[in-house]
Structures are given as structure tokens and as C-alpha cells.
């Protein structure tokens, strides 16, 4: 490998929201922080790049909604040592079948979450510029992450507190030494040393991780719409839970309503 290899205390491979987000709870624990981003800085390669995500805290699994609850303190966290405005409240909504949104509102209720079940005619009342099928379950929580902002606050951070962050770094390699691992960056020309590596290469993962580590993969890539909105209105971020697959979407700025299938393939 080129050179001596430089010290960390933790190497990330991946520069994505995973990464990103590992990397700023590691700098802000006072680790000596390496990230190390294949890419440029906020490429469209990954799967959290553009302008917004949704933030939820409607799952049929209560595990997942008291995660979702944790996830909003840090949030709030991130925005604190940020100065940035990183996630928008703007409620959330699920409808159609009835047999999920009974699920979503009884884990929401076992996890304490505020939220209120509505008809469809209620619920077309309340947002005018949308239509609805079933149940309605909307928790007000809800909004959307403004993905690259975030994505470009947690990095900053990360340098700021003395860490590394380092684009085009090439197809890095890695091995095992010592109990460590050594982390070769060829589109840099160098190598790091670090007792622990963390892996948030998202699809390019199955060719990272240790062979056998993990089962085997399907990536696929997810198409996105966006139309521009024929009324001036609210716009909660939603889910209309339909066969074959739910539809999702959100006001995202600048880009209209992004309106996509859920894992659509």
C-alpha cells in the first residue's frame, strides 16, 4: 500500500445519510473520525441524495415507532449543533386498506404516539388537494427530511470537530491487521489504520462487507415523479397503502408533489 498509513480511531466507508449520520454521532462522541465517500460530494449514485425523505412514525411495528420517536429528538439534536433546519413537521397520513391503517394506529396508541383516525370524507375536508380511499390515520409528527442539507450539516460537522472527510476516494480496499483494519483509498493515494470500520456503502455493500457475512442482496433502483400542484394547499407527507404496492409521497420544494411506489423496483 502507497505511503505510511495515517491513524483514526474509526474509518466509515460511505458518505450517504447511514454514513454521514454514523460519522457525525462518532465526531461529536470524540472519535477520530475518517470518512471516506467513493463519489463526489452529494452525488445522485446513492439512494439519499436530492431534496427531501419522508419522516414518519407509522409502522406496524411498534419497535420501528419508538425508533421513530428517538429518531426525532436527534433530529432536533442534529438542528441544535447544526444551526440548520434539517427536518419539517408537517403531519403524515396513511389510508386504503383498512387492515394497515388499524395496524398503524394501534402501534402508534401502544407507543404513545399522538395521532386520530378520520374518514375519508373528513379527511378530504381537511386537505382539499387530496383524495383519499378507507380509514385515514394521520399523526401529526410527521414531515420530511430535507436529505442533502442534512447530508452536507452532518459532514460539516464531522470536519469541524477535527474528522476527515474525503470524496473521490476510488474503489477503497480493505483488510484485517491486527485488531484493526488497514483502508486503502487509491483516488487519494493513501491508506488508514483504525481499530473499527463501519459500513454504510449502501448498494455497493455486498462486495464490501466480508464474504458470507450477509445474504444475498437485490438492489434496485426506484423511480421518482414529481408534479406540480394544481391548487394552492396543505400538504402532509402521505401513504396510500394499495395492491400491488403502496404509494408515497410528499411536497418536496422546489420540485412539486414526489410521488413514488414503494420499492417499485
Same mark, same amino acid.
Given at each position: ?12 466507508? /460511505?458518505?450517504? &445519510?447511514?454514513? %454521514? #449520520?454514523? +460519522?457525525?454521532?462518532?465526531?461529536? *462522541? $470524540?472519535?477520530?473520525?475518517? @470518512? =471516506? ?58 389510508? /386504503?386498506?383498512? &387492515?394497515?391503517? %388499524? #395496524?398503524? +394506529?394501534?402501534?402508534?396508541?401502544? *407507543? $404513545?404516539?399522538?395521532?386520530? @383516525? =378520520? ?58 491487521? /491486527? ?5 486503502? #483509498? ?80
Amino acid at each position: 500500500m502507497p505511503g505510511m498509513a495515517q491513524e483514526a480511531d474509526v474509518v466509515v466507508l /460511505g458518505a450517504g &445519510a447511514m454514513g %454521514a #449520520a454514523a +460519522a457525525w454521532w462518532l465526531s461529536r *462522541a $470524540g472519535r477520530r473520525t475518517v @470518512v =471516506l465517500e467513493r463519489f463526489g460530494p452529494l452525488h445522485a449514485r446513492g439512494s439519499s441524495h436530492g431534496a427531501t425523505r419522508l419522516f414518519r412514525l407509522g409502522y406496524d411495528d411498534v419497535r420501528l415507532v419508538r425508533l421513530g420517536v428517538e429518531a426525532l429528538e436527534l433530529w432536533r439534536l442534529v438542528e441544535a449543533e447544526t444551526g440548520a433546519e434539517l427536518l419539517q413537521i408537517t403531519g403524515a397520513v396513511d389510508h /386504503g386498506d383498512p &387492515a394497515v391503517t %388499524a #395496524a398503524l +394506529a394501534e402501534t402508534m396508541g401502544a *407507543a $404513545g404516539v399522538a395521532h386520530e @383516525v =378520520l374518514s375519508a370524507g373528513e379527511a378530504t375536508e381537511r386537505w382539499a388537494a387530496m383524495r383519499f380511499e378507507g380509514p385515514v390515520v394521520f399523526h401529526p409528527d410527521g414531515g420530511r427530511c430535507l436529505a442533502d442539507p442534512t447530508r452536507r450539516a452532518l459532514l460539516d460537522f464531522v470536519t469541524a470537530n477535527g474528522g476527515e472527510v474525503h470524496h473521490l476516494a476510488g474503489d477503497v480496499r480493505w483488510r484485517p491487521a /491486527g485488531e484493526g483494519v488497514e483502508v486503502e #483509498a487509491p483516488g487519494l493515494g493513501e491508506t488508514w489504520r483504525a481499530p473499527v470500520m463501519v459500513l454504510a456503502t449502501g448498494a455497493w455493500i455486498g462486495a464490501m462487507a466480508p464474504p458470507g457475512s450477509l445474504p444475498e442482496l437485490l438492489v434496485t433502483q426506484e423511480q421518482i415523479r414529481h408534479f406540480a400542484p394544481r391548487m394552492d394547499a396543505t400538504w402532509p407527507s402521505f401513504i396510500h397503502y394499495r395492491r400491488p404496492r403502496p404509494i408515497y409521497g410528499l411536497l418536496s420544494a422546489s420540485e412539486g408533489v414526489k410521488v413514488a411506489e414503494h420499492h417499485g423496483g
